[in-house]
């Protein structure tokens, strides 16, 4: 650092030298280095769209012996999110795949394993007792439930892959949804989508609901739960998406943010009990309406959860192609925003107290 400010200096011009640097930490760099006349100018790089990754897949695929019938864009599409560093990751760790099955090829089930181990870690033996047939058969049921739910929401993302194989993050299964780039690139999310969210993160405990009964529910969904009440939260008490509550935003929201309204505290003061209240009854609102929309949508396609439960406990990993299929040949459509769940009977909802 020391050599490179003597360098700029500015006491002694260099007009044809032009000096570039790269960080991934812009934070931490001395101060000295940004003034103006030294690295003012500063260029984002943010990380690779669809087509982006997939022109980096070409580049460390060069020199890899991957099977002809591998499909570059098929992983971009399954790694939203990553940066060129992970993707360079992910071929490595598909050759130490291949290379461990004592293969000379790297096909398209190492880099999917590969792409599964730095999403979520490193499957998970599994034994063959009657015990393990029957959890086997439950994670089915969870997961066929958040898959089919996400299927039928209008405008969410789209099912990448669904599989009960259990993983050393101690997820029994796991159903992939590939959110679409624009979302991440924007972080913009509308209130049809989080509501869509609330809905398919509920589709799994309703499945095990609807299948084995209330009493045989597990604590497999306490993630799902965890999950609904944070999202639920946030929307009515920081993004104003309750026509109750209104536009304020009351916890983690307020100055420099889109709605700027107080903070609970700010000032020495703090909203009243009457908007504390509300918010408990609009979160409570939608995690049912959530909970309704869920289980109007399995009911109406027990045909598709049952054959899509019986295809993981066969094969324990279903495909996006596949899902695809199933939902084809069962005729499944995609529900219109607001009205799936208006029907619903509403004498006996559960989350009655949601605390806030």
Same mark, same amino acid.
Not at 22 to 30: G, H, I, K, Q, Y
Not at 118 to 129: N, P
Not at 304 to 311: Q, T, V
Not at 313 to 334: D, I
């Given at each position: 650092?020391?050599?490179?400010? #003597?360098? &700029?200096?500015?006491?002694?011009? $260099? ?17 000295? /280095? ?56 992910? @071929? ?28 979520? !870690? ?5 034994? #063959? ?15 066929? !439930?958040? %898959? ?7 405008? *969410? ?20 949804? %590939? ?9 913009? *999310?509308?209130?049809?989508? @989080? ?22 529910? #597990?604590?497999? %969904? ?12 946030? @929307?009515?008490?920081?993004?104003? &998406? ?13 100055? !420099?943010?889109?709605? &700027? ?29 959530? *909970? ?8 109406? $396609?027990?045909? /598709?959860?049952?054959? /899509? ?7 324990? #990993? ?6 695809? &299929? ?10 219109? *925003? ?5 029907? @619903?009977?509403?004498?006996? /909802? ?7």
């Amino acid at each position: 650092m020391n050599q490179i400010l #003597t360098e &700029m200096d500015g006491f002694e011009g $260099n007009p044809g030298v032009i000096v570039m640097s790269a960080t991934n930490r812009a934070d931490v760099l001395d101060n000295a /280095l940004l003034r103006p006349g030294r690295f003012d100018r500063r260029v984002l790089v943010d990380l690779p769209d669809f087509a982006g990754r997939a022109s980096i897949l070409k580049v460390h695929a060069r020199g890899k012996p991957v099977e002809p019938d591998v499909d570059l864009e098929a992983i971009a599409r399954r790694t939203p999110g990553f940066s060129g560093a992970s993707l360079q990751n992910l @071929m490595n760790e598909a050759a130490i795949f291949a290379a461990r099955k004592q293969k000379s090829t790297i096909g398209w089930t190492e880099i999917d394993s590969a792409v599964d181990r730095i999403m979520v !870690g490193l499957e998970k033996k599994s034994g #063959t007792s009657e015990q393990s047939d029957q959890r086997k058969e439950l994670v089915a049921f969870h997961e066929a !439930g958040h %898959a089919i739910v996400g299927a039928v929401m209008p405008d *969410y993302d789209q099912v990448q892959k669904i599989t009960i194989i259990p993983r050393s993050n101690g997820a029994g299964g796991l159903t992939f949804f %590939a959110p679409a780039d624009s979302r991440l690139e924007s972080g913009l *999310y509308s209130k049809q989508y @989080m509501e869509s969210q609330l809905a398919v993160a509920l589709g799994g405990r309703l499945a095990e609901e609807l299948i084995f009964g209330e009493n045989e529910v #597990t604590t497999g %969904a306490s993630n799902d739960i965890q999950q609904v009440a944070s999202i639920a939260k946030r @929307m009515v008490a920081e993004w104003g &998406m309750s026509d109750v509550v209104g536009q304020i935003a009351v916890e983690g929201g307020g100055g !420099g943010g889109p709605f &700027m309204g107080r903070q609970m505290g700010s000032e020495g003061d703090s909203w009243g009990v009457k908007i504390k209240l509300d918010i408990d009854a609009e979160v409570e609102r939608l995690v049912n309406n959530s *909970y309704m929309t869920a289980k109007k949508v399995l009911t109406e $396609n027990m045909s /598709l959860l049952n054959h /899509l439960s019986k295809e993981l406990v066969e094969r324990e #990993t279903v495909t996006a192609e596949e899902f695809q &299929m199933m939902l084809v040949n069962f005729g499944v459509k995609t529900a219109d *925003y607001g009205v799936i769940g208006a029907d @619903m009977n509403r004498d006996k /909802l559960p989350f009655k107290t949601v605390t806030v």
